[in-house]
């Protein structure tokens, strides 16, 4: 009940951003206020509609939903009305209609590209959101449906398994590990799991508490060392979960770890374990990470608070210090920058850690960010498409090499392009800034080769990818971890 008057509230406000700019002499998008100076009135009328019982925990069992109601406190009515839509644009302004009807609805746009997007919308909701679009757009054959029922979605992808898996320090990594990767973890399973690694290989992994979140969660970061003491400690950093619901990607950094750890005595790894650092955040939200497991599913942001109680959370990905951009939209947008640079807790914890370690020797070397989902290796810089990254032939030589590498794997095709594409597409630049990502900041500041990569798939499951997925994308993923370890070693 309270996400759905979360997404009341969302409406409401979009709702109102659109009447403010009908009476406004010169409509943008750009300045709605900001949510401690909303406007009593404004703030009244919607706290107004959402009543003042607060959240509520009412379980609502449905059809297929009655075998995991024991396993999950989600409350599986929230998705019970909606889909997922994909929308072709054949212009940039159709794209940029899309956008913005798509912001005045407070609607979750999951992917965009230049030629398409998807986007979740409820039945009830579609011909509204069909009125505000150009006539083009409105015609059937411009979208098709994605996922048709997103609760039945949910629900057939959602883990059962996890009170299964009992893990101590006592279990035996190698058979854990075969369970551990059959099925998404949630945040104890995966930290238990993590501690028995460390005990297992104690001589050259150190699990660290880099910090706590807001909800007093520990953020951890699993340092694997090289195992020649080497004067200049070249490091490869990897980051994963930043957005909660990207569960793909947690899943492939864990087993990451798993495969550099274990294999370390064979050729390759042993070779790069020799000579590298490693730094892994698989679970870089570790707040939104549970909320999503707990919650709701598809939750991204974090769990912070925002000042404005209905809304809560900021996106990780927009809120590192580096052109650092205010949200000009309100904190229910699903890319909230905070009210300043390095507010997400987890940002700020992580980025002490990276100056604490390059103070102890570390060398920033290779950072990989992974989320999901589109298939493509966004290379620097997101914030702005006007600004060349350094030596940009090699750092292009590199993206492609990691997108040959998961083609022989797997037989995938991943593009490869610049972030800032990316990130313009998915936001109103009017609204959402493209600055403040952990892509921008990493290779600005510390790393020479810098990625952000989104996972499988291009837009059959989304966010939701079955289980069975997790090791063949894990796989291609590692393989592609490996490719760019060796070049960081022999760049030549
Ligand atoms: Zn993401």
Redesign the pocket.
């Known amino acids: 009940m309270f996400l759905a008057r979360q997404r009341l509230l969302a409406t409401l406000l979009g709702a109102l951003t659109f009447l403010a700019l009908l009476v406004c002499a010169e409509p943008s998008f750009g300045n709605f206020p900001a949510a401690e100076s909303l406007p009593k009135k404004i703030y009244d009328t919607i706290a107004r509609s959402f009543g003042s019982s607060g959240s509520s925990n009412n379980q609502q069992v449905l059809d297929g939903g009655a075998a995991h109601e024991e396993f999950s406190t989600m409350d599986w009515s929230q998705y019970e009305d909606d889909m997922v839509l994909t929308f072709n644009f054949t212009s940039p302004r159709e794209k940029k209609a899309f956008m913005r009807a798509a912001e005045v609805l407070v609607l979750d746009v999951w992917k965009v590209s230049k030629a398409s997007a998807d986007v979740r919308i409820s039945r009830s909701r579609y011909r509204d959101f069909l009125r505000i679009l150009p006539k083009s757009l409105r015609k059937s054959t411009s979208h098709s449906v994605m996922i048709e029922d997103l609760q039945h979605a949910v629900i057939s992808t959602f883990p059962m398994g996890n009170k299964e898996m009992q893990i101590t320090k006592e279990s035996d990594i190698h058979t854990t590990a075969e369970m551990f990767f059959k099925d998404y973890r949630d945040l104890d399973t995966i930290y238990d799991w993590l501690d028995l690694l460390a005990a297992t290989y104690p001589s050259y992994i150190s699990l660290e508490v880099i910090g706590q979140t807001a909800e007093g969660r520990d953020l951890k970061a699993i340092h694997i060392h090289s195992r020649n003491s080497v004067d200049e400690k070249k490091t490869v950093v990897v980051t994963s979960g ?2 909660a619901r ?1 569960w793909i ?1 947690v899943s492939s950094a864990l087993y990451a770890v798993f495969q550099l750890v274990t294999n370390n005595d064979k050729n390759q790894e042993g070779s790069l374990l020799d000579q590298l650092d490693f730094l892994f955040v698989p679970v870089m939200n570790p707040d939104g990470y549970t909320y999503s497991w707990e919650h709701d599913r598809l939750w ?1 942001k974090n769990r912070q608070d925002t000042g404005f109680s209905l809304c809560r959370g900021i996106d990780l ?1 927009h809120s590192f210090n580096f052109h650092w951009q205010a949200s000009t939209g309100t904190p229910c947008s699903e890319s909230y920058a905070g009210s300043r640079a390095h507010e997400a807790l987890e940002v700020h914890h992580f980025s002490r850690y990276i100056n604490k370690t390059k103070t102890e020797g570390h060398k920033y070397y290779g950072y990989l960010d992974w ?2 989902y589109s298939q493509s290796i966004l290379y620097p810089y997101a914030y702005s498409c006007d600004a060349e990254p350094r030596d940009e032939e090699n750092l292009l030589e590199l993206a492609y090499g990691l997108a040959k590498t998961i083609r022989w794997t797997s037989g995938k095709h991943f593009e490869v392009i610049p972030a800032c594409q990316d990130r313009d597409g998915f936001y109103s630049p009017d609204v959402e800034g493209s600055g403040g990502s952990a892509l921008d900041f990493m290779y600005n500041i510390h790393a020479i080769w810098a990625f ?1 990569i ?1 996972l499988r798939d291009t837009g059959n499951y989304g966010f939701l990818m079955p289980k069975k997925y997790i090791l063949p994308v894990a796989k291609e993923m590692y393989n592609s971890f490996k490719y760019f370890s060796d070049f960081i070693l022999n760049p030549e």
């Open positions: 930043l957005h990207e990607s991204r990905d989320h999901s952000q989104k």
